[in-house]
């Protein structure tokens, strides 16, 4: 079974930058789609962003439009980030990688996803 391992997270202030990292134990990435999700303590789980497939582009959750950006690492189909600019303290959450096959694309939803890592712990202060 392919694991999936994130990491990057840490303790930043408002407004800095992190990019999170997930690496997968095999190519699971080549037949599937990887994307991020993140849990608040108290809330549920809710989608972050997924990688773009054929010609659509990658998909945002609205909260993180335009401050997120998730890619692959071309030279490496076992790796995916989440490059997290601007971060408030609404971000605050442990930020977990999944994926979701190909006639999913579209859902944001948790149940449609698999795989989960153990997830990368984001803290971010005011």
């Known amino acids: 079974q392919v694991r999936l391992v994130e990491s990057g997270g840490g303790f930043v202030q408002a407004g800095d930058s992190v990019r999170l990292s997930c690496v997968a134990s095999g190519r699971i990435f080549s037949d599937s789609l990887p994307g991020w999700f993140r849990q608040a303590p108290g809330k549920e789980r809710e989608f972050v962003a997924v990688?773009?497939?054929?010609?659509?582009?990658?998909?945002y959750a609205d909260s993180v439009k335009g401050r997120f950006t998730i890619s692959r690492d071309d030279a490496n189909d076992t790796v995916v980030y989440l490059q997290m600019n601007n971060l408030k303290p609404e971000d605050t959450a442990l930020y977990y990688c999944?994926?979701?096959?190909?006639?999913?694309?579209?859902?944001?939803?948790?149940?449609?996803?698999?795989?989960w890592g153990q997830g990368t712990q984001v803290t971010v202060s005011s």
């Open positions: 990688v773009g497939w054929r010609d659509a582009s990658p998909l």
């Open positions: 999944a994926t979701t096959s190909f006639s999913k694309f579209g859902s944001q939803s948790s149940r449609d996803f698999a795989s």
